[in-house]
């Protein structure tokens, strides 16, 4: 059974710094190039960074590109998002997704397994 699990959310100052983890098991994901999007509040998820499988290439929304960086341990299959210079408008549920290519991808509909979320909360 593949999951994902996110972890490393939480209540941080604006201006802060957060890291979240993705740990995946049931397959290897070494792959697959992967994500993670997040869901504002009464808001839709929308794309934040992804990675390819190789980690050679990484795309990033434009709110956060310079303060976000996501990077991928093949060997742990896990993928990690460093969070700097947070905002209050960074405040949503953050989820990370493996794609179905290689490729980093900003479509939600690119990604084929989801994790259940974690929650991060900027105060300002």
């Known amino acids: 059974q593949v999951q994902l699990v996110e972890s490393g959310g939480g209540l941080v100052q604006a201006g802060g710094s957060a890291t979240l983890s993705c740990a995946a098991s049931g397959r290897t994901f070494s792959s697959y190039g992967m994500g993670w999007f997040r869901q504002p509040p009464g808001k839709e998820r929308e794309f934040v960074a992804a990675?390819?499988?190789?980690?050679?290439?990484?795309d990033y929304a434009d709110s956060v590109k310079g303060r976000f960086t996501i990077s991928r341990d093949n060997a742990k299959n896990t993928v990690a998002l460093q969070m700097n210079s947070l905002k209050p408008e960074d405040t949503a549920v953050y989820y990370c997704?493996?794609?179905?290519?290689?490729?980093?991808?900003?479509?939600?509909?690119?990604?084929?397994?989801w994790g259940q979320g974690t929650q991060v909360t900027v105060s300002s």
């Open positions: 997704a493996v794609s179905f290519m290689r490729v980093p991808l900003k479509v939600p509909n690119s990604y084929r397994y």
């Open positions: 990675i390819s499988w190789s980690g050679d290439s990484r």
